[in-house]
Nanobody, 129 residues
């Protein structure tokens, strides 16, 4: 079982930065370092959108063009924390952000994140113009 808790959301002006954290509590046969992880977001009235993915060992990351160069995902396998550093934020980045995890994947693709087996409760990010 995996429990994920996000934090770090808030309200910022366009051009600002936020760093999201996702703390994991793991039980069962798979260790934290076995999980591919990522972040996705969902704005009101819109579909879920994967925004970052990272391999189990943290060696590979993937982003859609909409956030590439502005968002950075990282994974601390020792502390069981996933991060999403967001810079140069835009109003269109406004959404609820969720972290997600799954041990069944063998490739790192941002679009897969919305289908990961475990997810947190989300943290709100609001960017004003």
């Amino acid at each position: 079982q995996v429990r994920l808790v996000e934090s770090g959301g808030g309200s910022v002006q366009a051009g600002g930065s936020l760093k999201l954290s996702c703390t994991a509590t793991i039980s069962g046969r798979y260790s934290y370092s076995s999980y591919y992880m990522g972040w996705y977001r969902q704005a009101p009235g819109k579909q879920r959108e994967g925004v970052a993915a990272i391999a189990d060992d943290g060696s590979v990351t993937d982003y859609p063009e909409s956030v590439k160069g502005r968002f950075t995902i990282s994974k601390d396998n020792a502390e069981h924390i996933l991060y999403l550093e967001m810079n140069s934020l835009k109003p269109e980045d406004t959404a609820m952000y969720y972290c997600a995890a799954d041990h069944r994947y063998a490739s790192t693709w941002y679009a897969d994140v919305i289908d990961y087996n475990y997810r947190g409760q989300g943290t709100q990010v609001t960017v004003s113009s």
